[in-house]
């Protein structure tokens, strides 16, 4: 595609419930990176996929959360039994390899009631 | 661990001027460093990206330059317009084992017109 793809774009869910995250990278990026931005703070590291690599999981901030990237391509960001501390922009970027350009989606915004 | 520190955090301008916004790394060890602007409620765009063995990159009235050894980046905005209110983002790719973008908490720069 044209850029980086995230969807939903939008996502409120009760305390307690599990979502998916989806991001589709720019066709051809190895590289894809994960983010949070809560309301004031900076971005926050999650994790990142590289090819077929083990991924870097070491922002991960609790076993709640877990990433998937299928066939090096599309990604699915999963958080179980959300808490309100949850509630951010989640977002996706990804580029060539690593150490080069990287682009970024519009995000997801989750709100957890 | 890699710290990034964006001065000032919100900066107001009259149409026209000249600015400087400051981005400053605490490791010297970078592979690269990126400039984004962020819109509100949406993602990131890539700016400017300079390689460390690089000093300076230019796109437009935007010119971004890097001093690896004292650990500051700058980018300057020639004769701003209220289109250049953003929130401007720096990050650097430490590599030696560490994949993740490291980013500062953003500069708020508001274009009076």
């Known amino acids: 595609g044209a850029g980086v793809s995230q969807s939903p774009s939008n996502k409120v869910t009760e305390k307690g419930k599990d979502v998916e995250l989806r991001c589709d990278p720019i066709?051809?990026?190895?590289?894809l990176y994960w983010y949070r931005q809560s309301l004031g703070q900076g971005l926050e590291f999650l994790i990142y996929?590289?090819?077929?690599?083990?991924?870097?999981k070491s922002g991960l901030p609790s076993d709640r959360f877990s990433a998937e990237r299928t066939g090096g391509s599309v990604s699915t960001l999963t958080i179980q039994r959300t808490q309100q501390e949850d509630s951010a922009v989640y977002l996706c970027?990804?580029?060539?390899?690593?150490?080069?350009?990287?682009?970024f989606g519009q995000g997801t915004r989750l709100t957890v009631v | 661990k890699q710290e990034v520190t964006q001065i000032p955090a919100a900066l107001s301008v009259p149409e026209g001027e000249n600015l400087v916004l400051n981005c400053s790394f605490t490791?010297?060890?970078?592979?690269?460093l990126q400039w984004f602007r962020q819109d509100p409620g949406k993602g990131l765009t890539s700016l400017l990206l300079?390689?460390?063995?690089?000093r300076e990159q230019t796109s437009g009235r935007l010119n971004a330059s890097l001093d690896k050894s004292s650990g500051r980046s700058t980018l300057y905005i020639a004769a701003s317009q209220p289109g250049d209110s953003a929130t401007y983002l720096c990050?650097?790719?430490?590599?030696?084992?560490?994949?993740?973008?490291?980013f500062g908490k953003g500069t708020k720069l508001s274009v009076i017109p």
């Open positions: 990050a650097v790719s430490s590599g030696a084992g560490s994949y993740q973008l490291t």
């Open positions: 066709s051809g990026h190895t590289a």
């Open positions: 490791d010297s060890a970078i592979y690269n």
């Open positions: 996929f590289q090819g077929n690599s083990a991924p870097d």
């Open positions: 970027a990804s580029s060539r390899q690593w150490g080069t350009e990287a682009f």
């Open positions: 300079i390689q460390s063995s690089q």
